[in-house]
């Protein structure tokens, strides 16, 4: 049996995450990588539609690492908390792991994220629950 907890980010914070990666993917690093993989896949005669798919591609799955990160920043705390009250070492840290990569996030209409976090015991999620 799993048990659901659900939990929000504020609208402020969702804005001000995704302002953070735009920027990111707009300017420094990431876009002098980018550059340079468009001129690769240009030297290696890749049709711009597919180089654009690839890009895209990229950009999603960055998105969705650093949306991970973001669900730890503002979560990990109370998942840590939560976990380690019933379980230690290696198995501790694998459920910390799986709670925040398997967390689903939804976006609302006022930008804010409603977040659900599927725990294996009554337990867990209640001091979740708690500690948030």
Same mark, same amino acid.
Do not use: Y
């Given at each position: /049996?799993?048990?659901?907890?659900?939990?929000?980010?504020?609208?402020?914070?969702? #804005?001000?995450?995704?302002? /953070?990666?735009?920027?990111?993917?707009?300017?420094?690093?990431?876009? #002098?990588?980018?550059?340079?993989?468009?001129?690769?896949?240009?030297?290696?005669?890749?049709?711009?539609?597919?180089?654009?798919?690839?890009?895209?591609?990229?950009?999603?799955? /960055?998105?969705?690492?650093?949306?991970?990160?973001?669900?730890?920043?503002?979560?990990?705390?109370?998942?840590?908390? $939560?976990?380690?009250?019933?379980?230690?070492?290696?198995?501790?840290?694998?459920?910390?792991?799986? #709670?925040?990569?398997?967390?689903?996030?939804?976006?609302?209409?006022?930008?804010?994220?409603?977040?659900?976090?599927?725990? #294996?015991?009554? $337990?867990?999620?209640?001091?979740?629950?708690? $500690?948030?």
């Amino acid at each position: /049996m799993s048990i659901t907890i659900q939990k929000t980010i504020p609208a402020s914070r969702m #804005l001000q995450f995704n302002q /953070m990666v735009d920027r990111w993917l707009e300017e420094g690093p990431i876009k #002098l990588a980018t550059n340079a993989t468009i001129t690769a896949m240009d030297n290696a005669g890749i049709p711009k539609a597919e180089q654009v798919a690839i890009i895209e591609d990229r950009n999603i799955i /960055m998105k969705h690492n650093m949306r991970l990160g973001l669900i730890s920043e503002v979560f990990a705390k109370a998942i840590e908390t $939560a976990v380690n009250s019933f379980r230690s070492g290696s198995e501790a840290q694998d459920e910390i792991a799986r #709670l925040i990569v398997t967390a689903v996030g939804i976006r609302q209409e006022d930008h804010s994220e409603l977040v659900t976090f599927t725990f #294996l015991t009554t $337990a867990e999620a209640s001091s979740f629950d708690a $500690a948030c």
